[in-house]
């Protein structure tokens, strides 16, 4: 495992902002650009954490003008807590793979069950999959273990003995 030093944090920090002040744009416009969200852009900017590879070479290309804007619904972005979401969409990576996983559906029955979303949408969301296996893998474990605690703790509430009372009288 590679370990970052303060220096890489500093030496990239100072890339970034070079590289806004150069390519003439604000934050908003980089985050946007590179398809991740302007806090986690903040984030590498001051020092704090280092981009992805696929980043650095995204944000490269912003700074040297080779990736311009676009609105395409089908790329990736990532939120500040490094979760992949689809573009354009409500929707995480992770969810459109946990169906893909528990229930062995198509990218067209994804797409069936969630007509929001283009086909291109869930195909791009599991050709993520394929790339972030291990990321993706862990998230969705967590979101199992959180799911399991909150239900664990449901049934062991008042309240959940109550419904259960309730529904033996009838």
Do not use: C
């Amino acid at each position: 495992m590679v370990t970052e030093t303060a220096e890489d944090l500093h030496t990239f920090a100072e890339w970034i902002r070079k590289g806004i002040e150069q390519a003439g744009l604000d934050n908003l416009e980089v985050a946007r650009r590179v398809r991740v969200n302007p806090n986690r852009l903040a984030d590498w900017e001051e020092g704090r954490s280092l981009p992805p590879p696929e980043y650095v070479v995204r944000l490269a290309q912003v700074f040297t003008g080779e990736l311009s804007a676009t609105d395409d619904p089908n790329e990736i972005w990532l939120d500040d807590r490094g979760i992949a979401w689809l573009s354009d969409s409500n929707r995480k990576v992770n969810e459109i793979v946990g169906e893909h996983l528990a229930w062995g559906m198509t990218a067209d029955r994804i797409q069936e069950g969630h007509p929001d979303l283009t086909l291109e949408q869930v195909v791009t969301a599991l050709d993520y999959y394929a790339g972030h296996r291990e990321q993706i893998d862990a998230e969705l474990a967590a979101d199992r273990f959180l799911s399991e605690a909150l239900r664990e703790q449901f049934e062991a509430s008042p309240v959940s003995a109550k419904l259960r009372a309730a529904k033996l009288r009838r």
